[in-house]
């Protein structure tokens, strides 16, 4: 016998061995399976702080039968555009039918690629084909590794236990909110391309997709440094591709703006988050997170990307511009907190009709950035409050910026626009009436965060997934407009995958 029970307590210094009694409890017999399903951490009441399981149990040992897939008998030539999250899941699920691709990889392998945003963490040194923004992983390899998503989808419970097979630390298949740390995550995508490879599949790094061809209205070749023949092309190019948007812009692909978020990363001490989230004993408990929204103004504010226990990391992908992310290891030990505070952008904002007018929004922010901190990667930074009372900054208090190359304080008006920095000004005393020290003055903003989702969108079929008018090209990812964040491009990786599968099994008959 099985059951699924739910609203199980532990307080925060009993063990998780403490689950199967509760659970023999319920089950009136011992038990002999235990699966947790769910573990959050309920914090409303800071004097009654407790962690709430969901658990599968049983009273005979269980082991789910393992997962078939139909075999395609006459696999179809498949490249795919990118080795992030989209990509990877995308050839996961086409090795589990039989379909062994081809992934082109514009950056280096992830080991490599590591010590390459350490060089321009510490010396300023960009590889603008190797970076937090390209290379396998994708983005976000460099980042706290999230896995929540507010998508209901199936396939985002695949995921988290695709990641866990893969090296991620167990509780990311059950927590409430599962990171799996930037440390882990260079592991877990070493494991999935040396699974991939055992079956078949073909990694090509430093290779960008140089060109398409086309015949009778269906793809049939793309050009790296040579010709791959190609019966399907999965565009998994993560969301800071730009020369790639681009080509494919040249050769008709259908593309819209897509509005998006700019503005910069607050820091604060992560002990002050927790005091202010847990009260007294935060210690005792995990590294504390917020997530805040105001309508304060005429434009959304929020926070994004929270990092506990984190650095904010240089981002850049292009020479000339200033550009901020998050990053946290598993263990989220850092001093300072962090998290992105930016606003909504509106189409009218970008000035322009052209589909990639977001791309140059984007980019003059992060040259502003660039040209206002000394023309040397350093970053803008200016106080909290500095910044509340339109007044330059000149020293830090006890929050010092994490930023690894440096920084130069700049007012955050003389890099956005006023429709920007008005609406920040309002949301952060409204932000602070609801998480209190979130506008201390000594906080510290570092510009810019210009990144945060794809400014375009590649028209396709919502039935197959195809590109408007382009057969045999899928669309994928965040980079494409299609997710937002690691859980769901790697979700929207494998519903292609699936399309492709389904094309050809039936083709096959």
Same mark, same amino acid.
């Given at each position: 016998?099985?059951?699924?029970?739910?609203?199980?307590?532990?307080?925060?210094?009993?063990?998780?061995?403490?689950?199967?009694?509760l659970c023999e409890k319920k089950l009136h017999a011992p038990c002999r399976y235990l699966k947790?399903?769910?573990?959050?951490?309920?914090?409303?009441?800071?004097?009654?702080?407790?962690?709430?399981?969901?658990?599968?149990? /049983?009273?005979?040992?269980?082991?789910?039968? *393992?997962?078939?897939?139909?075999?395609?008998?006459?696999?179809?030539?498949?490249?795919?555009?990118?080795?992030?999250?989209?990509?990877?899941?995308?050839?996961?699920?086409?090795?589990?039918?039989? $379909?062994?691709?081809?992934?082109?990889?514009?950056?280096?392998?992830?080991?490599?690629?590591?010590?390459?945003?350490?060089?321009?963490?510490?010396?300023?040194?960009?590889?603008?084909?190797?970076?937090?923004?390209?290379?396998?992983?994708? &983005?976000?390899?460099?980042?706290?590794?999230?896995?929540?998503?507010? =998508?209901? +989808?199936?396939?985002?419970?695949?995921?988290?236990?695709?990641? %866990?097979?893969?090296?991620?630390?167990?509780?990311? #298949?059950?927590?409430?909110?599962?990171h799996v740390g930037s440390d882990n995550l260079k592991k877990v995508v070493a494991n999935l391309r040396g699974d991939l490879i055992a079956r078949g599949a073909e990694f090509r790094?430093?290779?960008?997709?140089?060109?398409?061809?086309?015949?009778?209205?269906? $793809?049939?070749?793309?050009?790296?440094?040579?010709?791959?023949?190609?019966?399907?092309?999965?565009?998994? %190019?993560?969301?800071?591709?730009? +020369?790639?948007?681009?080509?494919?812009?040249?050769?008709?692909?259908?593309?819209?703006?897509?509005?998006?978020?700019?503005?910069?990363?607050?820091?604060?001490?992560?002990?002050?988050?927790?005091? &202010?989230?847990?009260?007294?004993?935060?210690?005792?408990?995990?590294?504390?997170?917020?997530?805040?929204?105001?309508?304060?103004? +005429?434009?959304?504010?929020? =926070?994004?990307?929270?990092?506990?226990?984190?650095?904010?990391?240089?981002?850049?992908?292009?020479?000339?511009?200033?550009?901020?992310?998050?990053?946290?290891? @598993?263990?989220?030990?850092?001093?300072?907190?962090?998290? &992105?505070?930016?606003?909504? %952008?509106?189409?009218?904002?970008? /000035?322009?009709?052209?589909?990639?007018?977001?791309?140059?929004?984007?980019?003059?922010?992060?040259?502003?950035?660039?040209?206002?901190?000394?023309?040397?990667?350093?970053?803008?930074?200016?106080?909290?409050?500095? @910044?509340?009372?339109?007044?330059?900054?000149?020293?830090?208090?006890?929050?010092?910026?994490?930023?690894?190359?440096?920084?130069?304080?700049?007012?955050?008006?003389? $890099?956005?626009?006023?429709?920007?920095?008005?609406?920040?000004?309002?949301?952060?005393?409204?932000?602070?009436?609801?998480?209190?020290? @979130?506008?201390?003055?000594?906080?510290?903003?570092? #510009?810019?965060?210009?990144?945060?989702?794809? *400014?375009?969108?590649?028209?396709?079929?919502?039935?197959?997934?195809?590109?408007?008018?382009?057969?045999?090209?899928? *669309?994928?990812?965040?980079?494409?407009?299609? &997710?937002?964040?690691? =859980?769901?491009?790697?979700?929207?990786?494998?519903?292609?995958?699936?399309?492709?599968?389904?094309?050809?099994?039936?083709?096959?008959?």
């Amino acid at each position: 016998m099985r059951k699924t029970l739910t609203g199980l307590i532990l307080r925060p210094h009993q063990k998780e061995t403490a689950l199967k009694k509760l659970c023999e409890k319920k089950l009136h017999a011992p038990c002999r399976y235990l699966k947790i399903l769910k573990k959050s951490l309920d914090a409303r009441d800071k004097s009654d702080i407790k962690w709430v399981y969901s658990v599968e149990c /049983g009273t005979e040992p269980y082991s789910p039968p *393992p997962r078939t897939f139909a075999q395609v008998a006459h696999p179809p030539k498949v490249v795919i555009v990118g080795a992030g999250p989209a990509g990877l899941f995308c050839a996961l699920r086409l090795a589990d039918h039989g $379909i062994a691709p081809v992934l082109l990889e514009r950056g280096k392998r992830v080991e490599e690629r590591a010590a390459d945003v350490q060089a321009f963490c510490e010396r300023g040194a960009l590889d603008p084909e190797s970076n937090v923004q390209f290379g396998e992983g994708g &983005a976000g390899a460099f980042s706290d590794g999230k896995l929540n998503t507010q =998508t209901n +989808d199936a396939r985002n419970r695949e995921v988290l236990d695709t990641f %866990v097979r893969f090296g991620a630390p167990e509780e990311v #298949g059950y927590l409430g909110k599962p990171h799996v740390g930037s440390d882990n995550l260079k592991k877990v995508v070493a494991n999935l391309r040396g699974d991939l490879i055992a079956r078949g599949a073909e990694f090509r790094f430093s290779e960008r997709l140089a060109d398409v061809r086309r015949e009778g209205g269906r $793809i049939t070749a793309v050009t790296d440094r040579g010709e791959i023949a190609c019966d399907a092309l999965v565009l998994a %190019v993560g969301h800071s591709a730009r +020369d790639t948007f681009e080509m494919l812009l040249s050769r008709g692909l259908i593309m819209q703006q897509k509005e998006f978020a700019v503005g910069v990363r607050i820091e604060h001490l992560q002990a002050a988050i927790g005091r &202010a989230q847990y009260g007294a004993g935060y210690e005792a408990l995990p590294a504390a997170d917020y997530k805040l929204v105001s309508h304060a103004s +005429d434009r959304a504010v929020f =926070t994004f990307c929270m990092c506990p226990g984190g650095v904010v990391i240089p981002s850049a992908s292009e020479a000339g511009g200033v550009v901020t992310n998050g990053m946290s290891n @598993f263990a989220r030990a850092e001093r300072n907190a962090n998290s &992105a505070l930016v606003v909504q %952008v509106r189409r009218e904002d970008f /000035g322009s009709e052209h589909p990639l007018a977001g791309v140059q929004f984007q980019r003059k922010l992060e040259r502003a950035a660039y040209l206002a901190a000394g023309s040397d990667y350093r970053a803008p930074v200016q106080l909290v409050g500095d @910044f509340l009372a339109d007044k330059e900054s000149y020293y830090f208090g006890e929050v010092k910026p994490s930023y690894a190359i440096g920084t130069s304080f700049v007012p955050m008006q003389a $890099i956005f626009p006023r429709a920007i920095t008005d609406a920040m000004k309002a949301a952060l005393p409204d932000m602070d009436a609801k998480l209190a020290g @979130f506008a201390a003055y000594e906080s510290v903003l570092t #510009g810019v965060e210009s990144r945060t989702s794809s *400014p375009v969108r590649i028209v396709r079929d919502a039935q197959t997934l195809e590109a408007e008018g382009m057969a045999g090209i899928y *669309p994928c990812g965040e980079g494409c407009g299609y &997710a937002g964040g690691i =859980t769901s491009a790697a979700a929207d990786g494998i519903r292609v995958a699936e399309k492709i599968a389904e094309r050809w099994l039936e083709k096959n008959g």
